[in-house]
């Protein structure tokens, strides 16, 4: 069965540019969620998607956004980037019923803001 | 807020030795305790977890214990090898917040040969 795949690997932007990220969950599971890694703060809860529906949401700006389609399918978005956004994007797969807590994460995606 | 505590953050042993990391947690409605491994330029992977209807769980060489009342879970890792060396984190799920991971800050674990 393929893992969690993230597309792209890699993404460079400038401030105040915004960006879109992607994320194809294992086949079958219905929940996605996201998480911002960096060296300082370590591994940030971002958003859990489910069904098309934000489940829940972790202390980040309106900036950040994301959703979930019905192929169960997910994208983040960040609007006006700042230079504090660069980090490793990570975006976690789960059953989504009964089996909250087991997610299997994907490569991530790599995000520079110059 | 909630939070996990790890310590400690870096680790280095010889091959063979074992390895144990700990972590504490704020929250007493949580119940399932996860730990990750991550390789460097990859995510990271579940290896191990336990919840806490469970005291103790074990695979192969890895081991994981739970005491709720102190609100303190472990990892042992035994006969460590080169290729253990990687970050792991622990986990600790936020059933009052509708299933929040919150994650610890991550041990740097380095195994020398």
């Known amino acids: 069965k393929a893992g969690v795949t993230q597309t792209p690997r890699y993404l460079i932007k400038t401030r105040g540019q915004q960006v879109t990220l992607s994320c194809s969950p294992i086949s079958g599971h219905r929940s996605v969620s996201w998480y911002q890694q960096t060296p300082g703060q370590g591994l940030q809860f971002l958003f859990e998607?489910?069904?098309?529906?934000?489940?829940n949401k972790g202390n980040f700006p309106g900036r950040f956004s994301g959703r979930q389609f019905s192929n169960s399918r997910s994208e983040m978005n960040v609007s006006t980037l700042e230079l504090g956004d660069s980090a490793l994007y990570l975006c976690a797969s789960s059953l989504g019923i009964g089996h909250r807590g087991e997610q299997f994460f994907g490569p991530g995606t790599r995000l520079t803001v110059l | 807020g909630e939070n996990v505590e790890q310590h400690p953050s870096t680790l280095s042993v010889q091959e063979g030795d074992s390895a144990v990391i700990k972590c504490t947690y704020s929250?007493?409605?949580?119940?399932?305790f996860p730990w990750y491994k991550q390789e460097l330029g990859k995510g990271p992977q579940l290896i191990i977890d336990i919840r806490s209807n469970v005291g103790e769980k074990k695979d192969q060489r890895i081991a994981v214990t739970l005491n709720k009342t102190a609100k303190h879970f472990s990892l042992h890792i035994t006969e460590t090898q080169p290729e253990d060396s990687a970050v792991y984190f622990c986990?600790?799920?936020?059933?009052?917040?509708?299933?929040?991971?919150?994650f610890g800050q991550g041990t740097e674990l380095s195994v020398k040969p």
């Open positions: 998607y489910f069904s098309e529906t934000q489940r």
């Open positions: 929250d007493s409605a949580s119940n399932y």
């Open positions: 986990a600790a799920l936020l059933e009052n917040q509708g299933g929040k991971l919150i």
